[in-house]
């Protein structure tokens, strides 16, 4: 059945893709060893540099976000190497269990899939690692099955207070052009980010932001490489180029979203972000209902995830909104599958789009039958106006 009007895709990736950036992709397909590429390929490029906020080395893959997380290890470690990770919730848990089918040894510090990690638990583990056996430490920035984000800079305190070796490494799927984020100044050494969430792009390019020291460590790193090697991008990247076939219109887009996102300005961008997570979590409060993250200082800008009364199920529920009011929330993941939904407010995103999930998760509660109060959709109405109301006295002032 055809649905009028604009699918709302409110799912925690992939995100709303603007026309704008459609539009820059509807381009014919260039010979990308042609001269016409190269301006291209560097562009896209040194605007990731800006996204990351580093001025090394980035590599683009024509992959999805996983094989992002494969190519930060398998370029830097060596078989049998001990990884430490922390079990934030589900894509945690899975880069985990790539850690160990690649044929690495990793242990898992346990979280509560409630808030982020806790780096007093980080430090501990550090310091009993007095040979240095700990390789990498490797840490979702923003867990997108929970909503709840991770202190990257207290990581990088832990690791240079500890005076740990280990390589940090940081997914930040759904989180980076979201939440703030600064690859050099947190001394991060390999970053993982993805296209299709805060990127505002479909599916299909993924990225690797690379410190000296973990360019240093590629150099003798024993694990099997061939597709991901970052070796074999650094010359053509250097001229525009890459070594095999990209994705060059997923390239015309990425180009155009930076500068989407340099126009409305990365810090604001990130505001925005904010202002939507804490609307979204006052209509959550006002419903009646609980959001997985319990930690204030950890609550996401990209999505807020929300339990269902115990006895109701997540998935009916978004089964309604989708048939009632066409619109995609995401579901629970592994653990919380059926007892939690995802609203996805990262991306391209502005109030009115906010309100108009927020009233169709409202309705698709009273719909369903799930226990809530009113007053939801309105309590986040009164916050957003009073952030604008905020705004424009500063304005004016
Ligand atoms: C979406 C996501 C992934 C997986 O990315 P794919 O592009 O689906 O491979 C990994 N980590 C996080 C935090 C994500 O949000």
Redesign the pocket.
């Known amino acids: 059945m055809t649905a009028p009007g604009r699918h709302f895709l409110q799912i ?2 992939p995100t709303n893709v603007p026309d704008r950036v459609l539009r820059a992709m509807d381009m014919p397909t260039i010979d990308h060893r042609g001269p016409a590429f190269a301006d291209v390929g560097k562009r896209a490029l040194d605007g990731m540099r800006s996204i990351f906020k580093t001025d090394g080395a980035v590599v683009i893959y024509p ?7 494969e190519a930060a290890l398998v370029n830097t470690l060596s078989p049998g190497d001990l990884v430490l990770m922390y079990e934030t919730g589900h ?2 848990s ?2 985990k269990k790539m850690a160990d089918r690649l044929g690495l040894r990793s242990e898992f510090l346990a979280g509560d899939w409630r808030s982020g990690v806790d780096t007093d638990v980080i430090e501990e583990r550090l310091r009993s690692d007095k040979n240095h056996e700990i390789k990498a430490i490797c840490v ?6 929970t909503g709840c984000v991770s202190a990257i800079a207290d990581v990088r305190k832990t690791l240079d207070t500890t005076g740990h070796p280990a390589l940090l490494m940081v ?5 980076l052009a979201s939440i703030d984020y600064r690859h050099d100044e947190w001394g991060v050494d390999v970053t ?1 980010s ?4 805060g990127l505002m792009l479909p ?1 299909g390019l ?1 990225f690797n932001a690379i410190s000296e020291k973990a360019l240093a460590a590629s150099k003798t790193s024993g694990m099997q490489k061939s597709y991901w090697a970052w070796d074999e991008m650094a010359g053509p990247n250097a001229a525009g180029y890459f070594p095999y076939t990209p994705a060059t219109n997923m390239l015309y887009g990425l180009v155009e979203a930076i500068a989407m996102l340099h126009d409305e300005g990365l810090d604001n961008v990130f505001a925005r972000h904010a202002r939507h997570g804490e609307a979204a979590r006052k209509a959550v409060a006002a419903w009646g209902l609980e959001t997985v993250c319990s930690k204030p200082s950890d609550y996401s800008g ?1 999505l807020t995830a929300v339990f269902v009364p115990e006895g109701h199920s997540a998935d009916g529920f978004r089964k309604t909104t989708l048939d009632a009011f066409n619109m995609s929330l995401g579901n629970g993941l592994s653990k919380l599958a059926d007892r939690v939904f995802r609203i996805g407010h990262l991306g391209d995103f502005n109030d009115l789009m906010l309100m108009g999930t927020l009233s169709g998760v409202e309705m698709g509660l009273e719909l369903s039958g799930i226990p809530y109060r009113r007053g939801g959709a309105q309590a986040a109405l009164d916050s957003l106006a009073g952030c604008q109301q905020a705004r424009s006295g500063e304005a004016a002032a």
Do not use: M, R, Y
């Open positions: 925690p990736g992959g999805s976000g996983t094989g992002a997380w894509f945690a899975l880069w979702v920035h923003n867990e997108t099955s997914d930040t799927i759904s989180s993982i993805g296209s299709q969430k599916p993924s990209s």
